[in-house]
């Protein structure tokens, strides 16, 4: 199966700091029991939905509250408090960085798989129907989706098709545009989806359509032409399409949304290793890139 992704602007943040009580800026003969003092929210209109907090020590109490100037700013460049302790939590607050900034993203890519569910779950539809389509990232800024293409019964549709289908409908753009790739991996039991309640319920098949084919499941081909060894799956493919002709010189700013055989959507970012590499178990990833394609940590 030859084979897409987003990110918008600049994450808004915004810092809360409690007033630190006056038994940690008065020195004391007993130290005080760490506190919560701080944390980051993400906004979504003004208001800003909850957040980890880490307990601080006295020390770093007064680094970053107390006696500071009401424009002090902790934040380093990557948008984070380098006096965060709890490196777990500091992993979690990257991880709502990332999701405030692809949440365009993935709203459009949501919205292309309901449109896909819609059409696999038609009554007559064929059996192993492929459907896909682009998330684009347009002139102007705005992002969006083209409608979704339509490829053949034997569960391939062809990339350079659904980009034709995507000028046709957005005029000039090309591989530069292109911020997700959304692909039906469909059920191997005919049309509609799977109805399981967790991955362990899948066949061998269908839990193997939940994430993007690659070499490591696939195996490299020999080119016909020029017999020299590929790997033609959905991972290589899509970035051997997404860097053709020059336009574009990385794909980690692109993400590969898989709507499995199961209906649901799932997000895998070129800037991590592929989905079935060594490392962390591949179900543990199935899971993540769930709740990644529905913008949660």
């Known amino acids: 199966m030859d084979f897409l992704f987003i ?4 994450s808004e943040i915004i810092r809360h700091l409690t007033t630190p009580p006056a038994a940690i800026v008065q020195p004391l003969e007993v130290a005080p029991p760490p506190v919560r003092l701080a944390c980051y929210a ?4 003004s208001t800003p939905t909850s957040c980890p907090q880490t307990p601080r020590s006295p020390t770093g109490v ?3 509250g107390a006696g500071q100037s009401p424009d002090f700013n902790p ?10 302790f709890d490196e777990e939590t500091e992993e979690e607050l990257l991880c709502y960085v990332e999701q405030d900034e692809e949440r365009e993203m ?3 890519a949501q919205r292309a798989a309901e449109e896909i569910r819609d059409i696999n779950n038609s009554v007559d539809n064929p059996n192993n129907l492929e459907l896909g389509t682009f998330v684009l990232r347009l002139e102007d800024g705005s992002i969006v989706f083209a409608s979704p293409t339509f490829g053949g019964s034997t569960g391939t549709v062809r990339l350079d ?8 409908e957005f005029g000039d753009i090309n591989q530069s545009n292109i911020v997700g790739i959304v692909h039906l991996h469909p059920s191997d039991t005919g049309p509609g989806f799977v109805n399981v309640d967790n991955l362990n319920q899948l066949s061998a098949l269908n839990f193997g359509s939940t994430f993007p084919s690659s070499r490591h499941t696939g195996g490299l081909r020999t080119h016909p032409i020029t017999g020299e060894p ?4 959905d991972w290589a493919a899509g970035e051997r399409f997404l860097t053709s002709g020059g336009l574009r010189t990385s794909v980690d700013d692109v993400s590969h949304y898989i709507l499995g055989p199961d209906g649901v959507l799932r997000e895998y970012s070129y800037s991590d290793p592929n989905p079935d590499a060594p490392g962390q178990s ?9 709740k990644d394609a529905g913008n949660e940590c």
């Open 7 to 10: 990110d918008t602007g600049p």
């Open 42 to 45: 993400y906004v979504e209109g």
């Open 106 to 108: 993935d709203d459009a």
């Open 75 to 84: 934040l380093n460049e990557e948008g984070m408090d380098d006096t965060i």
């Open 282 to 290: 591949l179900q543990d990833r199935i899971i993540e890139a769930e």
């Open 230 to 233: 590929y790997d033609p799956w």
């Open 62 to 64: 007064t680094e970053t």
């Open 161 to 168: 098709q659904m980009l034709r289908d995507a000028q046709n």
